[in-house]
T-cell receptor, first 114, second 116 residues
């Protein structure tokens, strides 16, 4: 069963606007970690932000914030004030306790237009 | 600054050749990973290693093997390359943990392998 679901294959946003990329996950564990990565056309995966399941506050890193709704099992990435350089593929991933590995979603392609 | 390097950005090989993909990290991480990425399929884990000379199969290990003789180096081996192994290969590393933590995986730039 798919553990990470990203329902948006692609998203369009205009420069300077905010955009939300959706991610839902499935786990029966109470303790887990959620990650977002960015992959530009160059191919490298860049770590953006992390949210622990016990973290009381939503994670923020600069223009990136994570809208974490534990009861709904969602961990949406919010990018504020989009820039042209934000155009990339974005992946949500989950790490469960006792495992070093991450499970990735299939990704969302974000295109930022001028 | 964290650094994961991969030996080649682009590689073209012929069917049946033995292919080595090398990955080196300078962060003294215990865990290292090999993924392949294909359009519409996301990242799929091939193998990972949590210590020198230790390896674990991931979701799609068939047709691949790995070697970890030194902590900083993790090699992916295609014993006899086939056209269906044409893909983007990504290496990553992370620190070890005994409980929930960030355990962020840091990735290399990737190798685009084409098998003709």
């Amino acid at each position: 069963a798919q553990k990470i679901t990203q329902t948006q294959p692609g998203m369009f946003v205009q420069e300077k606007e905010a955009v939300t990329l959706d991610c839902t996950y499935d786990t029966s564990d109470q303790s887990y970690g959620l990650f977002w990565y960015k992959q530009p056309s160059s191919g490298e995966m860049i770590f953006l932000i992390y949210q622990g399941s016990y973290d009381e506050q939503n994670a923020t890193e600069g223009r990136y914030s994570l809208n974490f709704q534990k009861a709904r099992k969602s961990a949406n990435l919010v990018i504020s004030a989009s820039q042209l350089g934000d155009s990339a593929m974005y992946f949500c991933a989950m790490r469960e306790p006792g495992y070093s590995t991450l499970t990735f979603g299939k990704g969302t392609m974000l295109l930022v237009s001028p | 600054d964290v650094k994961v390097t991969q030996s080649s950005r682009y590689l073209v090989k012929r069917t049946g050749e033995k292919v080595f993909l090398e990955c080196v990290q300078d962060m003294d991480h215990e865990n290292m990973f090999w993924y392949r990425q294909d359009p519409g399929l996301g990242l799929r884990l091939i193998y990972f290693s949590y210590d020198v000379k230790m390896k674990e199969k991931g979701d799609i290990p068939e047709g691949y093997s790995v070697s970890r003789e030194k902590k900083e180096r993790f090699s992916l081996i295609l014993e006899s390359a086939s056209t269906n192994q044409t893909s983007m290969y990504l290496c990553a590393s992370s620190a070890s943990t005994q409980g929930p933590s960030t355990d962020t995986q840091y990735f290399g730039p990737g190798t685009r392998l084409t098998v003709l």
